[in-house]
């Protein structure tokens, strides 16, 4: 169970998922408008929130980029749309995931519970060391990420993707098997989720992430954690 904040201007939409989220066992709440859903997030974070993309007056996007600022909150985006515009916006802003409206109540329900999963890795809790990168430290059984001493702001999704990919320096990893390890989609997958996060997580770990020396590209194949 998880205490989901739904943002959507449509009443409708709106009532009916937090009808279809309850039954699945969640507390929810819910915000007809950006500004309502920062005013929310500002007096208590919630587990999640499932954010509409189009809103009235502050759109999606800059609610996403507000509530980032506000916490490391996870984000599912609706989109009406599964535009590249759209998602890669969205993503951009700092979403972990995306749904396309209409959705299927039980498939929202998986994306949460998928989300709500990376914040906690039995796996990396178990590992118990800390690595040293650089100046980059992370200690996997503090679940905390530091840089020249300080600690990084990571979302749950960003620390995932660094505690998957920095496992083994120097293995080179396809974008499907990170959307399987990180987003548990074991489908065909949206590479687009990947390369945001990436480009997200370069922003905070890397001196210059335009020249990463942590997570690097591999044209044509995927991505690698650089070796000390």
């Known amino acids: 169970m998880a205490e989901v904040l739904v943002v959507e201007d449509d009443a409708a939409v709106r009532e009916g998922l937090q009808l ?26 919630p587990d999640i929130v499932v954010l509409d993309l189009m809103l009235p007056g502050m759109d999606g996007f800059e609610t996403c980029r507000r509530m980032r600022a506000l916490g490391e909150v996870p984000i599912i985006m609706l989109t009406a749309r599964s535009d590249d515009f759209d998602v890669v916006a969205g993503l951009e802003a700092g979403a972990d995931d995306y749904v396309v409206k209409p959705v299927e109540p039980r498939v929202l329900d998986a994306r949460i519970r998928a989300v709500l999963r990376r914040a906690v890795s039995d796996h990396d809790a178990r590992a118990g060391e800390v690595e040293r990168h650089g100046e980059l430290v992370i200690d996997r059984a503090g679940m905390l990420v530091t840089k020249r001493g300080a600690q990084v702001a ?9 505690l998957e990919i920095s496992r083994t320096p120097g293995q080179v990893y396809s974008r499907q098997q990170l959307l399987t390890a990180v987003w548990d989609h074991d489908y065909l997958g949206d590479s687009r989720l990947v390369d945001a996060c990436v480009q997200r997580l370069r922003s905070k770990i890397e001196d210059v992430p335009a020249r990463p020396d942590h997570v690097q590209t591999v044209r044509g194949f995927g991505y690698r954690f650089g070796r000390s």
């Not at 990571?154 to 660094?162: A, G, I």
């Open 154 to 162: 990571l979302t749950p999704t960003e620390l995932k993707l660094l």
């Open 20 to 45: 279809a989220l309850r039954r699945q066992g969640h507390v929810v709440h819910t915000a007809g408008s950006g500004e309502a859903g920062l005013d929310l997030v500002r007096k208590h974070l």
